[in-house]
Nanobody, 121 residues
Framework: QARLLDYGGGLVQVGESLRLSCEAT????????MRWFRQAPGKQREIVAS???????AYLDAVKGRFTISRDNAKNAVYLQMNSLKPEDTARYYC???????????????WGQGTQVTVNS
């Protein structure tokens, strides 16, 4: 099933921007919902943003108005534009996608390896 490659993280200063990207390869079925999670040291992984195949989005309250999730269905890709970054956004960010494989009638969850975002104050 699908494998996800996420990238685009880095070290930035407060108020700067980053754009994360995630591309799915080896897709056997249909990619449905796609999401970005993050996990800071010592904290639980939390969902940051999600987007359906129709383009409906949802955001963690802490990032509303600063982050924008988007996707390119033709490329099986999802993006996270992060603006006005804050030190509390520092975390490892993971891409996640649901792949429905029709002949198996099963949905599989795929994860990227994560990309580190560090925001210096």
């Amino acid at each position: 099933q699908a494998r996800l490659l996420d990238y685009g993280g880095g070290l930035v200063q407060v108020g700067e921007s980053l754009r994360l990207s995630c591309e799915a390869t080896g897709v056997l079925g249909t990619i449905n919902d796609m999401r970005w999670f993050r996990q800071a040291p010592g904290k639980q992984r939390e969902i940051v943003a999600s987007i359906t195949s129709a383009g409906n989005t949802a955001y963690l309250d802490a990032v509303k108005g600063r982050f924008t999730i988007s996707r390119d269905n033709a490329k099986n890709a999802v993006y996270l534009q992060m603006n006005s970054l804050k030190p509390e956004d520092t975390a490892r960010y993971y891409c996640n996608a649901d792949e429905y494989i029709h002949f198996r009638r099963t949905t599989y969850a795929a994860w990227g390896q994560g990309t580190q975002v560090t925001v210096n104050s």
